[in-house]
């Protein structure tokens, strides 16, 4: 078992496409889940069709930016629960013995919004109890060294993060590799990054899976 999460930060260029490509053949991800696709369901559905997953699910991107789509083996078995354009939710052996729950997670980008990602947070908090792997791009970060450029995070923005993650009793999975996801592009002297995106997990989820290395 294996799940790869992906931002694209936009497919359909490709050399984009290509890196998802290679990503795939190298490690045969049971699941995919894709968040800032910025692509329509047509497009989405050749990439199911050309990577051999067998179930997709698609939200559409809403004006320029934003679209989220989770792909799944054939002979996987994942059951879609909730969705919406912030989230896709999934329980995996619905119903039988060692089920658990997977939610691909997209935050809203305008930070004037960020309460309603963490509302939503919390909404799926309360639907289940069972073992909790969260994954995606949340769109902010935790800790002040989580960015690296540009003017510094409000204290009270990252403390509301902090909080839903408590309230939802996730633990941080780590990483491998830079320590930050996201770079805004600019030239030196204006350019910005961040570590956005994360994997979070509940503790039961963790004394499961133990061995399994979550990545993004």
Known sequence: MSFLCWNGHGLGNPQTDQGLGDLIWAQDP?????TETWLDKARLE???????????IEVSKENQGGGIAIFWKADYDLSMDTYSINHIDAIVNKGKEGEWRFTGFYGEPDTAKCHESWAKL????????????????????CRAH??????????????????????????DLGFIGNKFTWCNGHKKGYTIWERLDRAVATT?????FQQQKSFI
């Open 30 to 34: 049971s699941v995919l889940f894709l």
């Open 46 to 56: 050749e990439i199911k069709v050309r990577c051999k997953f067998g179930g997709s």
């Open 122 to 141: 919390r909404c799926l908090r309360n639907r289940h109890s069972m073992p909790w792997l969260c994954v995606g791009d949340f769109n902010e970060i």
């Open 146 to 171: 989580k960015k690296l450029g540009g003017r510094l995070r409000p204290l009270k923005q990252m403390e509301d993060f902090k909080e839903v993650l408590d309230e939802c009793g996730f633990q």
């Open 204 to 208: 039961d989820w963790v004394a499961r």
